[in-house]
């Protein structure tokens, strides 16, 4: 069964700038289908702030073909074992909504009964350059919401240059989630999100774009200082 995993690790200035130039690819890992090496940033951030340009910071985005080539990575690869030395989490597809190129993303969707289970959240857009000052205008104030919001136990947004910009976040329930995203949160300005998506389809900011839910599976490590991120 294919897996996604999510890993976040802090290397070394050197370290962290070979792996976001020479970036892990699939033909270089067995049963790796596809992956995003990107640099972390903080939700909200001022548009000029240095980690919104390069930080340490690394997340690793992947798709497996089953948890056994992961584990071989992690163990058993010279970056995977620096990616190890991380936190991460591994992730069961549930749904997406739009598309994006390079992952193999199931066809047949998963409906999660209980609405009080964990579920984690993944954005990934490449970007129309001249879209990108428009996009931070009004993707900001979602930033913030996401970030605020104490229903999440780990929110961050990510980038790789030129123009993949990327969020996750780990919501408490799926039922929290939802009332983000339909508006129906007790945040001030609930209706942010909502109407970041309106200006999203009165002139799309993106050439791809998807959010990809997903049920969390188990998590390994630490990620500043602190585990247990997936509250069940």
Known sequence: MTVFSYHLVKLPIIDALRIMFF???SKQIEGLIYAETMSAMILGSPIFSKSRF???EIVFFAQWENENNLNVFLQSTSKGQQIAKGWHVRLEFLRQWGRISGFQIPKNEVEIENENTPVVAVTIARMKYMEIPRFLRWGRPVEKQV????????SLASIRYPNIISTFSIW???KAMTDMVHGHS????PKRHINAMKERDRKDFHFEFTTLRFRPLAEYGEWKNKSNYILR
């Open 186 to 189: 007790k945040m001030p300005q």
């Open 54 to 56: 390069f930080n340490r």
């Open 147 to 154: 970030r605020d919001d104490n229903r999440t136990t780990l």
């Open 23 to 25: 970036p892990i690819k």
């Open 172 to 174: 408490k329930t799926q």
